[in-house]
């Protein structure tokens, strides 16, 4: 039986989606979500982080809060909804306000 070019086409693509959807994505972590109270709970108490930023996202009617603690240098980026729900966006270590000496020019 011969198939056409789109059909191959067609199958072609579906496999490529198919493998894309189990191999890259899956590979992609969920963002941690729970209620600001929680998240802001967590991030005092077990990283030591204090809220040094906050800026509204317009497109999205959302707001982003970095928090940091300045001894250890953790930092977490988390997005705030008008719904009570926060996600971490990022967190990470050696993280300084300003700029350390040495490092930018």
Not at 46 to 65: A, R
Not at 74 to 81: A, D, P, R, Y
Not at 82 to 105: D, I, L, N, W
């Amino acid at each position: 039986m011969k198939f056409p070019r789109l059909h191959i086409l067609v199958i072609l693509t579906a496999l490529f989606l198919l493998w894309f959807t189990t191999s890259v994505l899956a590979h992609i972590e969920p963002k941690q979500c729970q209620s600001v109270e929680m998240m802001h709970e967590l991030i005092t108490e077990k990283y030591g982080e204090e809220l040094i930023y906050i800026g509204l996202i317009p497109s999205e009617i959302d707001v982003v809060e970095i928090w940091l603690n300045p001894i250890t240098g953790s930092m977490s980026v988390i997005q705030v909804t008008p719904f009570g729900q926060a996600c971490m966006m990022a967190g990470g270590t050696v993280a300084y306000v300003g700029s350390p000496k040495g490092t930018f020019h």
